[in-house]
Nanobody, 123 residues
């Protein structure tokens, strides 16, 4: 089993930055993908970024590719999402999610979910 706990959300002005953290635990995370997905008010949950546990494969939604960076700390089982140049459109609840094998842009492909952390970007 995999447990995921997000943190780091908050309020920020447009143009600002936030770093989200996802603490992951499990017996064997080799071969897993950790993703960040978000859900804005009144919208469906959407893909933001994902990373293979090894860090060798990273993918981003086009809307965040030049502004967000996903990475994993080797010393601890934490995946981060560094968000720069935040825009009001980035507002939403951000979820850390996990799945076995290759990454996916589809929320229903992920088996494990954190509780979510809220990000609000004011204009």
């Amino acid at each position: 089993q995999v447990e995921l706990v997000e943190s780091g959300g908050g309020l920020v002005q447009a143009g600002g930055s936030l770093r989200l953290s996802c603490a992951a635990s499990g017996r064997n995370l080799n071969g897993y993908t950790i993703g960040w997905l978000r859900q804005a008010l009144g919208k469906e949950r959407e893909f933001v970024a994902h990373i293979s546990w090894s860090g060798g494969v990273r993918n981003y939604a086009d809307s965040v590719k030049d502004r967000f960076t996903i990475f994993r700390a080797n010393a601890k089982n934490t995946v981060y999402l560094q968000m720069n140049s935040l825009e009001p459109e980035d507002t939403g609840v951000y979820y850390c999610a996990g799945k076995g094998g290759v990454g996916s842009r589809y929320p229903n492909h992920y088996n494990y979910w954190g509780q979510g952390t809220r990000v609000i970007v004011s204009s």
